[in-house]
Nanobody, 119 residues
Framework: QVELVESGGGLVQTGGSLRLSCAAS??????????MGWYRQAPGKSREKVAT???????SYADSVKDRFTISKDNIKNQVDLLMNRLKPEDTAVYSC???????????WGQGTQVTVSS
């Protein structure tokens, strides 16, 4: 079983930065997870993928964030971070961490953390 704990959300002004962190816990995570990533959902909107990274470090970004956000990982800590720069009001959403595992055959989700960008 995998548990994801997120931190780093908060309130920031337009143009500011936040770093979200997601720490995964569970047995044999470093050898059994295939990708980790971040999704977000704004009020009244559908959930969308923000960024993903596989255990080899290959990343994928939504077009709306790819020049502003950076996803990174630490295999030893089983942690994934999302550095968000030049934040915009449209980035306001609940951001959720996810971990996909072929070993467990399922996707795990964190509880979500609120990011609010004021205009």
């Amino acid at each position: 079983q995998v548990e994801l704990v997120e931190s780093g959300g908060g309130l920031v002004q337009t143009g500011g930065s936040l770093r979200l962190s997601c720490a995964a816990s569970g047995s044999a995570l470093s050898t059994n997870w295939n990708y980790m990533g971040w999704y977000r959902q704004a009020p009244g909107k559908s959930r969308e993928k923000v960024a993903t990274i596989n255990r080899d470090g290959i990343t994928s970004y939504a077009d709306s964030v790819k020049d502003r956000f950076t996803i990174s990982k630490d295999n030893i800590k089983n942690q994934v971070d999302l550095l968000m720069n030049r934040l915009k009001p449209e980035d306001t959403a609940v951001y959720s961490c996810t971990l996909g595992s072929n070993f467990w055959g399922q996707t795990f989700w964190g509880q979500g953390t609120q990011v609010t960008v004021s205009s």
